[in-house]
């Protein structure tokens, strides 16, 4: 019976996990299963891997073919390093104090490869923070300044004063005028009046005349 290890899905649509199991080939995918290995969440950053080291190398060195998921899985925590160091061994390649060693070694390095990623990922995390906290302060600022503007209320006093005094300027102005034409208009009432004066002298000379007449006669 050939033995594969493969992902078995679990969880809701769109947020999936899957189980790390050993199960015969021949099963279904989420059917039965030999051996429960691990768990695989890639809807965390960085994705959760969480694997029995030890039974699942034991499983490789059985044979148990890893599915190409899984190889990549049991590649990134390390066990497929440590089946090649253990070949090297059995080969007579170095010692096995050498293969611990190296696998030491690798460990090491890829401790710091994943805490510097998620060191990263804070830092990025914090700056986006700090952008989105920033835009949102500026935005707080551009609605208080409209709220303000609205609610100022607008002095119109000024521009009464102003309209009073151009309207007085032009009253006078307007006046000036009339008291011209009263003046100018006066001596022709003048004349008017001593025209009829003069006819009546005029009128009265004859009537003289004719009483001294009548006294000569």
């Known amino acids: 019976m050939a033995t594969k290890l493969r992902l078995q899905r679990h969880g809701r649509k769109g947020k999936p996990f899957f189980h790390l199991v050993a199960a015969d080939e ?8 030999i051996e429960k290995l691990g768990v695989y969440d890639p809807n965390t950053n960085p994705a959760t891997i969480e694997i029995n ?11 148990a073919v890893p599915t190409d998921t899984v190889r990549a899985l049991l590649s990134y925590k390390g066990i497929m390093y440590k089946k090649h160091l253990l070949g090297g061994v059995s080969k007579g390649a170095f010692t096995e104090a050498e293969a611990d060693k190296r696998f030491d070694a690798w460990l090491g390095e890829k401790a710091d490869k994943i ?25 707080n600022e551009k609605t208080a300044a409209a709220v303000a503007a609205k609610n100022t209320p607008v002095e119109e006093a000024p521009v009464a004063e102003e309209t009073t005094e151009e309207v007085a300027a032009e009253v006078s102005t307007e006046e000036a005028p009339v008291a011209e034409t009263v003046t100018e208009e006066a001596p022709v009432e003048e004349a008017k009046a001593e025209e009829p004066v003069a006819e009546a002298k005029t009128e009265e000379a004859p009537a003289e005349e004719a009483k001294e007449e009548e006294k000569g006669k």
């Open 26 to 33: 021949r099963a279904k995918r989420d059917g039965r299963f």
């Open 53 to 63: 080291f030890d039974k699942t190398l034991d499983w490789v060195m059985k044979g």
């Open 115 to 139: 805490q510097g990623k998620a060191d990263q990922l804070v830092k990025d995390a914090n700056a986006d923070a700090a952008k989105r906290l920033a835009a949102e302060k500026v935005k």
